[in-house]
């Protein structure tokens, strides 16, 4: 089955309070075995990576159900059952979800508060977006920075599409350097704009020493143009004959499977780099892009509240 939304999972964490003192961390494995979830489903993270999906969710049912006061918290990262959570229970309800928490006037509070400077006719308005969605506020916000890195990545490459071929091998050379290959800008330049023969562009210095080099073909294509076999194995061949050992073939569009497949099979390595790649990279190296907001989110720091 799917990972259950935060409300679905209220329930089971309420019924496990009732049994004692819990700590989220306890209770991700003991619900993830009542609900079935496979092992793939148990450790599938959010979308930076830093914390698995469901004990995301756990802790936010838990938190919300706190703020009900269906739950309290007896220590650090504790939480157990109240009075008002038992008796919940003892309704015997298939679901426990926002608008059962709503009967409480302490979560309405809360639930006005999360809607800002809502009016009376929209109050708690962006809050109920919010809660009633069935996403935690990290699942939200990571979508909302997917969906505005993915938007950012088409307009990279449809900015360098528009420009010179000049100008998208000084691109190339930017992010070269930027990786840490070339050793200056100046060298860099000099090197990845000779242009060999056979389909090597350019070579640059795999490290500031010069102690190896990597062989560079760049191409701009449009979007559904896609680099097919052919020229990938011309590129290799180039590779062979000038007795090197590994290149890197960039494109602003994309590889056909019979080329991706090509590569893999060879002594040289030899990396294919695609546009949406290439923006990735772009984007991670600051080439073409600037900050334009940073945000930072902050968690209750537990230690400050521990008590010698």
Do not use: C
Not at 24 to 35: F, H, K
Not at 117 to 139: F, K, Q, V, W
Not at 160 to 176: G, H
Not at 240 to 257: C, E, I, P, Q, R
Request: aromatic share 8%.
């Amino acid at each position: 089955m799917a990972i259950p939304d935060y409300q679905t999972l209220m329930l089971p964490v309420l019924q496990l309070a009732s049994e004692g003192e819990q700590r989220v961390a306890d209770v991700v494995d003991l619900i993830a075995d009542r609900l079935g979830l496979t092992e793939e489903e148990r450790q599938k993270l959010l979308p930076s990576g830093r914390q698995r999906v469901l004990h995301n969710r756990i802790h936010w049912a838990k938190f919300y159900l706190t703020k009900a006061s269906f739950l309290a918290s007896p220590g650090r990262g504790l939480f157990s059952i109240t009075q008002a959570g038992r008796e919940l229970l003892a309704e015997n309800l298939p679901r426990i979800d926002v608008s059962v928490l709503m009967r409480q006037p302490e979560f309405r509070e809360f639930y006005r508060n999360e809607g800002g400077a809502a009016s009376s006719t929209t109050e708690g308005t962006s809050a109920r977006g919010s809660l009633d969605s069935g996403t935690t506020p990290e699942e939200q916000v990571e979508a909302a920075y997917q969906t505005l890195e993915s938007t950012l990545r088409a307009d990279l490459l449809d900015r360098v599409a528009k420009n010179s071929p000049a100008f998208f091998e000084q691109l190339i050379v930017e992010l070269l350097v930027a990786m840490g290959y070339g050793g200056s800008h100046k060298n860099a330049a000099a090197q990845l704009g000779r242009s060999g023969d056979g389909g090597v562009d350019g070579v640059i210095n795999e490290d500031r020493l010069g102690l190896d080099r990597v062989y560079v073909q760049a191409k701009r294509y449009a979007a559904g143009n896609a680099v097919g076999r052919p020229d990938v194995q011309a590129f290799v061949g180039s590779l062979v004959g000038l007795g090197a050992s590994k290149g890197v073939f960039v494109t602003t569009s994309n590889f056909s499977a019979q080329a991706r497949d090509f590569v893999k099979h060879l002594s040289q390595r030899v990396v294919l780099l695609d546009g949406p790649s290439l923006a990735d990279l772009m984007i991670e190296h600051g080439i073409g892009v600037r900050t334009s907001r940073t945000i930072e989110f902050r968690r209750l720091d537990e230690d400050f509240f521990e008590e010698a």
